[in-house]
Each structure stands twice: as structure tokens, then as C-alpha cells.
């Protein structure tokens, strides 16, 4: 009996073989994981504008992993926060000589609901078509033409369109009581800063708007949601 217990335990008790799967596996997930977190600390500390190679060399090798995977997100998330109001809107002169304006949607002057559909032209405008200051014409373009197909009709088409930055500064609560949110801005400085017309394509500018510096709290018009995607 003794014998037959030591050969039925000897038989369930796995051998050399058995563990050769389980080293294989283990191996290929510390791979994973060290892969993985290769990943994301070399595309936290690189940035997609940097020109040195070793920043270049990372964002290649691992871009195809971090996108699929939506590990994207960057530092500059965590920046601080921004020191002013910034909205825009364009200015357009139509073929029949009257000017109108289209305002970027501003998420301030929508409801809870409208802000979750319209939040992503807050993004556009402010965070690509103005870019700080550091535009691409390319997109600044595409923003005016895309803000003269808002306003014009057959027969009427643009013919000058203006994009116009509206800022006013946040004040420091160190100077004293802070403006209520619902209370609006008495003054705006306001810049153009892309012209596009259609014979002569566009151009920036860097000059300050012939208007006054100021402007009124509240767009022109209210903002509608446009007939088409940028």
C-alpha cells in the first residue's frame, strides 16, 4: 500500500517539464511590463517639440504603442494655470461691403449642456488657432475660411476675413477681492492677428487692432453651433 501511495504521488507531482511553461511565461510577462514601462517613462520626459535626436529617437520607437493604447497624455497637463481670458472670434467683410462677425463659441456664456457639444471648439480656437501667440498659418487659415462659410451666402460670399484675439487678465486675489464669475469683463485687449482674403491668401500680424483696445464682455452674436467640422 505504502508503494502504491509513493508511485500515484509521484505521478501527480509535476516535473522538469512542467515548469518549463511557467518559466516562459514568466519571462514574457516581465518583458511586458518592462516594455511597458520603458514606454511610458521615455514619452513622459520626451516632447514631440523638442529637435534633439534622443527625444525624436523615443517618440519613434514608442509612438505606435502609446497611441493605440491612449497613453498620450503629456506634462503639460499639469502646467499652471493660465494668467488670462482668452476667447476669438473673426471679423468678415462679405462681397456687398457689410461686415459681420462670427464668434468662436465661448464656453462662459452656454449652458452645462452645450458646453459637454461645444467644448472641443474652446480647444480649437484658443489651444491650436491662437496657439499662445504661435500660430500655424496653416491652421489659422483653415479657421478663416471655415469662419467665412458660417456667415456668407450665395451671391454674397467673404472677401476679407479677420481673426481677431480677445484677452484680459486674471488679477492676483493678493490685490484684493476677486470679480464674481457671472459679473463680465469691462475691458478686453483686443489683437488681430490673421488676415486671409481670397486673392491674396493669408497673413499674420502681430499688430494691434485699429479698433479701441477695448471690447464688450459678450460676443456679438450668439454663438451657434457652425454648419460644419473644422
Do not use: C
Request: hydrophobic share 40%; proline share 10%.
Amino acid at each position: 500500500m505504502i508503494r502504491s501511495a509513493e508511485i500515484a504521488a509521484s505521478e501527480k507531482t509535476p516535473g522538469p517539464r512542467g515548469a518549463a511553461p511557467r518559466g516562459a511565461l514568466r519571462a514574457v510577462l516581465h518583458a511586458l511590463i518592462l516594455f511597458h514601462l520603458a514606454a511610458v517613462v521615455g514619452w513622459s520626459f520626451t516632447t514631440a517639440e523638442s529637435p534633439a535626436p534622443l527625444n525624436k529617437l523615443v517618440r519613434a520607437r514608442f509612438r505606435h504603442y502609446m497611441m493605440s493604447l491612449g497613453l498620450t497624455q503629456g506634462w503639460n497637463m499639469f502646467a499652471n494655470p493660465p494668467m488670462s481670458n482668452i476667447y476669438l472670434d473673426a471679423a468678415v467683410t462679405l462681397q456687398d461691403g457689410s461686415q459681420t462677425t462670427w464668434p468662436f463659441p465661448r464656453m462662459g456664456e452656454l449652458g452645462y449642456f452645450e458646453r459637454y457639444r461645444k467644448e472641443r471648439y474652446r480647444k480649437w480656437a484658443v489651444e491650436h488657432v491662437w496657439a499662445s501667440g504661435n500660430m500655424d498659418a496653416r491652421v489659422a487659415e483653415a479657421a478663416a475660411r471655415f469662419a467665412a462659410r458660417q456667415v456668407e451666402r450665395p451671391g454674397n460670399e467673404a472677401r476679407r476675413v479677420e481673426l481677431v484675439r480677445y484677452r484680459e487678465q486674471i488679477d492676483s486675489p493678493k490685490r484684493g477681492p476677486l470679480r464674481p464669475y457671472r459679473q463680465p469683463a469691462t475691458t478686453w485687449d483686443r489683437l488681430v492677428f490673421y488676415t486671409w482674403t481670397p486673392e491674396g491668401g493669408g497673413v499674420v500680424t502681430t499688430q494691434p487692432a485699429s479698433a479701441p483696445a477695448t471690447a464688450p464682455a459678450t460676443s456679438p452674436a450668439p454663438a451657434e453651433l457652425p454648419r460644419e467640422a473644422p
